[in-house]
């Protein structure tokens, strides 16, 4: 095997937005009578999607998550989220990383986030054209820990390279659902320790405190 593509979770690894999602579904849940606090969401619901972090937070506050519940708390944290937007910086190393990367395989995104949320943002940032594939919360029946999101990925990035397989690909992961799901595909994975400390990414092949000076050799030594 060699290096085929790359696929970058998002929030956490390219862009520093967990704080603004953490604080999005904050004022979210407050309106229903639920205070989350930071730590609960690191420790909790970090990687999940919307419906499933707000799923989650209810039933840690003993809190009823009726269907239409859901539906009212979702739309309050996308609105909100949607206004924070202009606020959201990319990490350190990100943009020279994803720029290297797709100038010799294709590069995609398999992320819990809304597919408009994503192409907001990096539009935002000048990042859209790097990116051959975006895989957002709604693209796929399943969400991290699940594989479905990396597999989707790879099935959509083999469009560009024929007879991609999802062995070929590096994954970049902030989190450990995300490197269940990234694993679980049988992608390599690659933990950066933006959101958690390193000794709890243990589980990828090899663990990162940041994106900036990696390069391409450094992925492609993945494969031996």
């Known amino acids: 095997m060699a290096l085929g593509a790359v696929v970058f979770d998002f929030d956490g690894v390219i862009v520093d937005s967990e704080p603004v999602h953490f604080a999005a579904l904050r004022e979210a849940l407050l309106e229903e009578g639920v205070a989350i606090t930071r730590e609960e969401y690191w420790g909790i619901y970090?990687?999940?999607?919307?419906r499933n972090a707000i799923r989650l937070a209810l039933e840690h506050h003993g809190q009823p998550a009726s269907r239409e519940r859901l539906d009212r708390i979702e739309?309050?944290?996308?609105?909100?989220?949607?206004?924070?937007?202009?606020?959201i910086a990319?990490?350190?190393?990100?943009?020279?990383?994803?720029?290297?990367?797709?100038?010799?395989?294709?590069?995609?995104?398999?992320s819990g986030a809304r597919h408009e949320e994503i192409e907001a943002i990096l539009s935002d940032l000048g990042l859209r054209e790097a990116f051959a594939?975006?895989?957002?919360?709604?693209?796929?029946?399943?969400?991290?820990?699940?594989?479905?999101?990396?597999l989707e990925a790879a099935r959509l990035l083999a469009v560009r390279?024929?007879?991609?397989?999802?062995?070929?690909?590096?994954?970049?992961?902030?989190?450990?659902?995300?490197?269940?799901?990234?694993?679980?595909?049988g992608m390599k994975v690659v933990g950066v320790a933006h959101s958690l400390p390193p000794e709890k990414l243990g589980v990828a092949h090899r663990v990162v405190g940041s994106?900036?000076?990696?390069?391409?050799?450094?992925?492609?030594a993945l494969f031996g």
Do not use: H, W
Not at 75 to 87: D, M, Q, T, Y
Not at 211 to 220: C, K, N, P, S
């Open 75 to 87: 739309g309050r944290k996308v609105a909100r989220f949607a206004e924070l937007i202009p606020g």
């Open 133 to 150: 594939v975006i895989v957002g919360s709604q693209d796929v029946p399943r969400t991290k820990p699940d594989p479905a999101p990396y």
């Open 90 to 110: 990319v990490f350190e190393g990100a943009r020279e990383l994803v720029c290297a990367a797709s100038a010799e395989v294709p590069v995609g995104i398999a």
């Open 161 to 185: 390279r024929p007879g991609l397989q999802p062995g070929d690909c590096v994954a970049f992961e902030d989190s450990v659902p995300g490197i269940v799901s990234a694993r679980g595909a």
């Open 46 to 50: 970090l990687a999940y999607d919307d």
């Open 211 to 220: 994106l900036a000076g990696l390069g391409t050799g450094d992925l492609r």
